[in-house]
């Protein structure tokens, strides 16, 4: 990642403080989780950061307001579940201002990325991201996920953000493929949420997660659709 480095150095001089600071955590981050990412799909990780930082003055997408905390709260903790998605379908439930679907989608360009969100105000940022970095890969529906029917199934499903377990799987089931899994990030271990689950037998697996310059709990919950 050393290139890279390099390159956000030279930043622009309005926010290249900033800049460098969240390129090199971003850099040393993706260091840390080894996931095999190239400096391209450094570059527009960044490139990412930058839209969502010029577009959160206007429009509040996030609390996280600096760049360089938005490297460890949203980038690389939406990369960290990474190895345990299956492509090539993926959608991403809630997605709010893009996250994980247009982090995803930057890190995997051969997977099909469908971020979905009830909110239009946030994603008509998301749209203007997809566009803006040219990411062929990604695409957008507004629509409650109780409404969506898609023409084809998901291989993963995954939320950030959306309700609790029980809703999830309740309303994504039917949008997996017989393989598919959906994936629920949660902070601390969800214990209320899992005692609730009418079948506690869709959870396959609860597995702690290490974000790096993150320091709080991160759990991904999978379950399986039957």
Same mark, same amino acid.
């Given at each position: 990642m050393a290139v890279f480095a390099k390159r956000i150095n030279k930043d622009r001089k309005g926010d290249s403080r900033q800049g460098q600071n969240a390129g090199q955590r971003l850099a040393h981050g993706l260091e840390k989780l080894d996931l095999g990412l190239d400096d391209g799909v450094a570059a527009r990780? #960044?490139? =990412?950061?930058?839209? +969502?930082?010029?577009?959160?003055?206007? =429009?509040? $997408?996030?609390?996280?307001? @600096?760049?360089?905390?938005?490297?460890?709260?949203?980038?690389?903790?939406s990369l960290v579940v990474l190895p345990y998605l299956e492509g090539p379908r993926l959608?991403?439930? *809630?997605? *709010?201002? *893009?996250?994980? *679907? #247009? &982090?995803?989608?930057?890190?995997?360009?051969?997977?099909?990325?469908? #971020? +979905? !969100? %009830?909110?239009? @105000?946030? $994603?008509?940022?998301?749209?203007?991201? &997809?566009?803006? +970095?040219?990411? !062929?890969?990604? %695409?957008?529906?507004? &629509?409650?996920?109780?409404? =969506?029917?898609?023409?084809?199934?998901?291989?993963?499903?995954? %939320?950030?953000?959306? %309700?609790? +377990?029980?809703e999830l799987h309740e309303q994504g089931r039917r949008l997996c493929t017989p393989a598919g899994r959906i994936h629920a990030m949660k902070g601390v271990y969800p214990v209320a949420e899992m005692e609730v689950l009418t079948d506690p037998d869709v959870v396959e697996d609860v597995l702690p997660l290490r974000v790096p310059g993150l320091d709080a709990e991160r759990h991904l919950v999978i379950m399986k659709p039957d």
């Open positions: 990780l #960044m490139d =990412y950061v930058q839209l +969502l930082t010029k577009w959160n003055r206007v =429009y509040n $997408l996030t609390s996280v307001r @600096k760049p360089q905390d938005m490297v460890a709260r949203h980038i690389l903790d959608l991403d439930i *809630g997605t *709010g201002a *893009g996250l994980p *679907g #247009m &982090v995803l989608a930057i890190a995997r360009p051969d997977w099909e990325v469908v #971020m +979905l !969100d %009830s909110s239009n @105000k946030k $994603l008509r940022f998301v749209r203007q991201a &997809v566009a803006e +970095l040219g990411l !062929d890969n990604a %695409s957008v529906e507004h &629509v409650r996920l109780e409404d =969506y029917r898609p023409a084809q199934p998901f291989d993963s499903l995954i %939320s950030r953000a959306f %309700s609790s +377990l029980q």
